[in-house]
């Protein structure tokens, strides 16, 4: 295992020169980097569950599942969320990604939440957090490039809820920002950017209630100069425009002060790199230790059209158990 700071970014591009496989974790401050070669990953007990990649053997875990949220007060919640909208009003930013920290108590282990959970990309890191994300950052094919930003949820058994998320004016407005920024991030490493797919609905299952999600993938041929430096390609894009918010400089000062607590890996990125591709993703739907506790962490876009009690209710939304 190796920490580095942003010269992270030159070990990759030398691992991938040498086509040597690799999986890597950034935070979300783009401040903390974790590369593991493939003897590393079981050194470290890391299991991982992504496409291309699966290590540690399946368990069952046939236990009753026990799962409780204890969510912050509505008042407690508004406080960063007024933040947020005064910055809105003054055009310091269009969309800014709050996210709040939530105690859960469960029955499980952060390794039994992993192998319990349905998700397209699914880390345990011992001692430390798992996450469960349906949310891919970038994918690299040799020239090719695409990111799929997902922004705008709901609740799946609303009547006609698809149709309500794609017909919102404040989800729509959200997405669009987030499609526009990563259009304009994909384009500093890559040529003929094109959005391919746009506003697809997915359906997450959970165990407490089912969402919508709504995605688009944005695609583009990499410039002569970043072919091969996925490090490289990594250090332009990040922080993951999805989970910050436009524009992004501004976005992040107004989030450190609304949040006041440190996101860590939360909402970073991890992928895995086979020795020609690379597979990456946000890391959200993430449950972490601290001191014993576990947290839940979880949030949304805001815009100047947000309302207080339907951004405090899909915060709590997305506090669940990733089984069904």
């Given at each position: ?73 509505l008042e407690s919640y ?182 006041n607590t440190p996101r ?61």
């Open positions: 295992m190796a920490v580095f700071d942003s010269y992270g970014f030159s070990v990759m591009d030398d691992l991938s020169e040498r086509k040597e496989p690799f999986f890597f974790m950034v935070d979300f401050l783009v401040e903390k980097m974790e590369i593991f070669t493939l003897e590393e990953i079981n050194e470290k007990g890391l299991i991982i569950d992504f496409k291309n990649i699966k290590t540690g053997a399946a368990k069952d875990v046939k236990q009753q599942i026990r799962w409780k949220a204890f969510p912050e007060s508004a406080k960063g969320f007024h933040k947020v909208q005064q910055h809105l009003r003054k055009g310091n930013s269009y969309l800014v990604n709050y996210t709040r920290k939530t105690p859960v108590e469960t029955n499980l282990s952060l390794e039994e939440i992993f192998y319990i959970s349905g998700a397209k990309y699914k880390v345990y890191y011992p001692g430390r957090f798992v996450f469960f994300s349906p949310e891919t950052f970038v994918e690299i094919h040799k020239d090719k490039i695409c990111t799929h930003p997902m922004k705008g949820t709901i609740d799946a058994s609303e009547t006609d809820a698809e149709q309500k998320l794609l017909n919102s004016i404040k989800e729509k407005a959200e997405h669009y920002t987030v499609v526009d920024l990563l259009r304009n991030d994909l384009s500093m490493v890559a040529d003929d950017v094109s959005v391919d797919c746009f506003q697809r609905i997915d359906l997450i299952r959970t165990r407490q209630k089912n969402l919508l999600a709504m995605s688009s993938e944005i695609s583009g041929t990499l410039k002569e100069g970043f072919y091969g430096k996925p490090g490289s390609i990594l250090r332009k894009l990040l922080p993951a425009g999805s989970i910050l918010g436009a524009p992004k400089h501004k976005t992040l000062d107004i989030i450190l002060e609304a949040e860590g890996y939360y909402t970073g990125i991890c992928g895995w790199f086979d020795g020609e591709n690379l597979d990456s993703c946000v890391m959200i739907r993430f449950v972490e230790q601290e001191n014993g506790q576990l947290y839940f962490r979880s949030g949304g876009g805001i815009t100047h059209m947000s309302v207080l009690e339907e951004e405090y209710q899909e915060m709590k939304n997305k506090i669940y158990a990733p089984v069904y």
